[in-house]
């Protein structure tokens, strides 16, 4: 069984930063693509960022030159460092990652940006 758990929300002021780390422990062969999505209250989850585990990155329009992806295929981890942040950027952040042919969610980390 493979558990991926999500830490370093929090509250944060606008134009601040934060870094999420995902982490995936059990049985794993191999990572194949992680990602961030995140979910505001009364929308639909969305794509946050992707990454492959070759390095390639894809992201949203709307965090594209704030946010930054990244992964450490040794330790199974993936991070988020977030800069300059809105507020509409609160959401719970959630990371997913899939080592064919499964794929996992995890619980979700609140984010939120408020004065």
């Known amino acids: 069984q493979v558990q991926v758990v999500e830490s370093g929300g929090g509250l944060v002021q606008p134009g601040g930063s934060l870094r999420l780390s995902c982490a995936a422990s059990g049985i794993i062969f191999r990572l194949d693509t992680m990602g961030w999505y995140r979910q505001a209250p009364g929308k639909q989850r969305e794509l946050v960022a992707t990454i492959e585990r070759s390095g390639s990155t894809n992201y949203a329009d709307s965090v594209k030159g704030r946010f930054t992806i990244s992964r450490d295929n040794a330790k199974n981890t993936m991070y988020l460092q977030m800069n300059s942040l809105k507020p509409e950027d609160t959401a719970v952040y959630y990371c997913?990652?899939?080592?064919?042919?499964?794929?996992?969610w995890g619980q979700g980390t609140q984010v939120t940006v408020s004065s």
């Open positions: 997913h990652a899939v080592s064919a042919p499964y794929a996992y």
